[in-house]
């Protein structure tokens, strides 16, 4: 059975720009859900989807988007980025009727 | 409001020294525990999740334990690879999805 898979594992940016990040969900899981992980914190969750819709979302601002295929992969876009968007962001994905999620290794990103 | 409240926030032990970490919650709607370890730079992996009151788990040296407001993690005659940052999280009914939050984490440091 093959795990969560995120892409790509590090990336810089500046601040304005525009990035995406990608994850693919164990198999046979079709509810997917992404985290912001700052140093030092516990995962905040963003959104998640299911059925390629996003179905939660937590405080965070609109820039921050996303989109699920019809494959369960998903992926986390965010625009105009500020240098506090620098994390570690997370992909974890379960199985609908089960509660518990398995996370991928992450992407670090970072925003000069 | 929801939190998750992790305690101690670091812990130093010696190789064998057992010890228990605090994870309390003031949630509405519980639908279930999570217990993680997570390395440095790397996602969560999964350890225990936890659904009612006086539910035990067990892996290995760690065992997790579930009351109506708090779990602990204990952790018997640690090893020096059992150092890592360890995650409690929870699950709760949320306008229709099922959302979860994260407590920061209790560092754990095992000296040989």
């Known amino acids: 059975e093959t795990g969560v898979t995120q892409s790509p594992t590090h990336l810089i940016k500046t601040r304005g720009q525009q990035v995406t990040l990608r994850c693919s969900s164990q198999?046979?899981?079709?509810?997917v859900s992404w985290y912001q992980q700052a140093l030092g914190q516990g995962p905040q969750f963003i959104f998640q989807?299911?059925?390629?819709?996003?179905?939660g979302r937590g405080n965070f601002p609109p820039r921050f988007s996303g989109l699920q295929f019809p494959n369960y992969s998903s992926e986390l876009n965010v625009n105009a980025l500020e240098l506090d968007d620098s994390a570690l962001y997370l992909c974890?994905?379960?199985?609908?009727?089960?509660?518990?999620?398995?996370f991928g290794p992450g992407t670090r990103l970072l925003v000069l | 409001e929801d939190q998750v409240t992790q305690s101690p926030e670091a812990l130093r032990l010696q190789e064998g020294e057992s010890s228990s970490l605090n994870c309390s919650y003031t949630?509405?709607?519980?639908?279930?525990l999570f217990w993680y370890r997570q390395d440095p730079g790397k996602g969560p992996e999964f350890l225990f999740t936890?659904?009612?009151a006086g539910e035990e788990k067990e892996k290995e040296r760690l065992k997790a334990t579930l009351t109506k407001k708090e779990s602990f993690l204990h952790i018997t005659a640690p090893k020096p690879e059992d150092s890592a940052t360890y995650l409690c999280?929870?699950?709760?009914?949320?306008?229709?999805?099922?959302?979860?939050?994260f407590g920061t984490g209790t560092k754990l440091q095992v000296i040989p």
């Open positions: 198999s046979g899981h079709n509810t």
């Open positions: 936890l659904y009612s």
């Open positions: 989807y299911y059925r390629e819709e996003e179905n």
């Open positions: 949630v509405s709607g519980l639908r279930g």
């Open positions: 974890a994905s379960r199985r609908t009727y089960q509660e518990t999620q398995y």
């Open positions: 999280a929870v699950q709760m009914n949320s306008g229709g999805y099922q959302k979860v939050t």
